[in-house]
């Protein structure tokens, strides 16, 4: 019986018009479905009570509800042992030698037919024989236990005999023995084995060569995908060769090996599956990550959290930074990319702030140092802190009244420096002369955990959800998703239907939807 009475359950599946029809608003991305309202072949997940033992089980909604897994075992085990009397010829003791006499089911069935006058079936001669313990079928039997003992492979025994492998696995049964490996197991025991011995080689190779090539060259019978498996059990990873790489995660591992830094494409086994970086460099334990618009757009089946778990996750695991560079960024904004890459591989400038000066600029100094400097350009300030190093301008913080939570005064909406150059303490500096108490900063994932903003005192609150962004197919502008909220997308769009989403009227009109990292809250 089914306790459970509502179930959540998402509301843009193939079953949509279903429930509408039903009365039920799918503008929702959940609904809270009636249970008896779900379609029978439904595999939704209810909570039932057992008719039999009242125990509390879970089931799939189209399977036997009424009865839990137990209580069934219970009932075929109770219906297949029944009592001699019970059966059909409670005679079949004295059966015994005439069934010995045969070396097939069908000739012992059709004697006892004709010798007791008896209407045998298969279903009952085998019970029968089980009965009275003993087995019909084979005149190599013993030869068979043999060869099984002696860790024969299945198809060998088969193939000796000429039997069904259901054979094999009736004797082993009966006999209560292990049922043989078949070649399958051998040739992957045999290929597990020649990897062991050849681990050595195999990673000193892939310094230099990818998985495939390693396999072609050695001549290997085993697949590039098992040898994967056997090295991620090992928690090896795989340096990744790829020769389809695209053109900007080319350009960028190039100018990251020109700055003398060792990099390549490495895959890490991770809790949410097997996880590539682009660029790894291993000495700085840091990553970057090139991300066409249209592969990593939820068009194509990226999903709205994937580039933020992926972030969390091989930090929280490997303690790795992945710096994750968009593809319009790295074509429209390549020297500010360049400097990023620098200053996160500690190749850039170094200055000291104690030797800078720091004072109050304008808006208008603050916004053309921000547009050239910050990857997002600058936005509306009230409070422009400025940081001077031999009067040259090469560091800005930009404060406004707090936009997303009231409970802080200000916020800090811009901290940018001068491409190519690392301050030390420079924005403590900045953050010390502004003389505010009360502030509320983010900082973006894509880019960094905000470690900064822990140096100034700042709290780590939470992880935001990703945001996005659209941008329009073959174009390289990504655009803020306010632009395009849906009671302004009738003005903008060629195509509009009030009765789509928003995503639906943007993805109707070429528009890629792509989602960033999200963002580390601090407060001060």
Partial sequence: ????????????????????????????????????????????????????????????????????????????????????????????????????????????????????????????????????????????????LNDISDEMYLEDICEKYNVKSSHIRSICKKQNIDFPHGKWTRDRFENRKTIENDLDYILKENETKDIPTIIKENGYTFSDSFLRQVLYEKNINIKSHSYNKSKGELEIMEYIKSLDVECYSNKFKTSIGVREIDCYCPEKNVGFEFCGLFWHSINSGTTKKYHQEKTLTLKNEFDIDVVTIFENEWINNKDLIKSMIKSRLGKSQKIFGRKCNVGFITSSEAKIFHNKNHINGYVNSSINVGLYYDNELVGVSSFSKSRFDKNYEYEITRMSFKIGYNIIGGASKMFKHSGLKSVITYADLRFGFGRVYEKLGFNFVKYTNPNYFYCKKDSMNLENRMNYQKHKLENKLEVFDKNLTEYENMARNNFLCIYDCGNAKYVF
């Fill in 1 to 144: 019986m089914i306790i459970t009475k509502k179930i959540e359950i998402k509301s843009t599946g193939p079953n949509k018009k279903y429930y509408e029809s039903l009365g039920y608003d799918t503008s929702k991305e959940t609904l809270s479905v009636n249970v008896n309202h779900l379609k029978r072949e439904s595999n939704y997940i209810v909570e039932c009570r057992c008719a039999d033992c009242g125990n509390i089980f879970n089931q799939r909604f189209s399977r036997n509800t009424e009865v839990c897994s137990e209580c069934r075992k219970h009932h075929k085990r109770k219906k297949f042992k029944k009592s001699d009397n019970a059966l059909k010829y409670p005679q079949y003791k004295s059966w015994e030698n005439d069934i010995l006499s045969f070396n097939t089911k069908k000739d012992a069935i059709n004697f006892l037919n004709e010798k007791y006058s008896v209407n045998l079936n298969y279903i009952t001669f085998n019970e029968i024989c089980k009965r009275l313990n003993i087995f019909i079928g084979f005149d190599d039997y013993e030869c068979i």
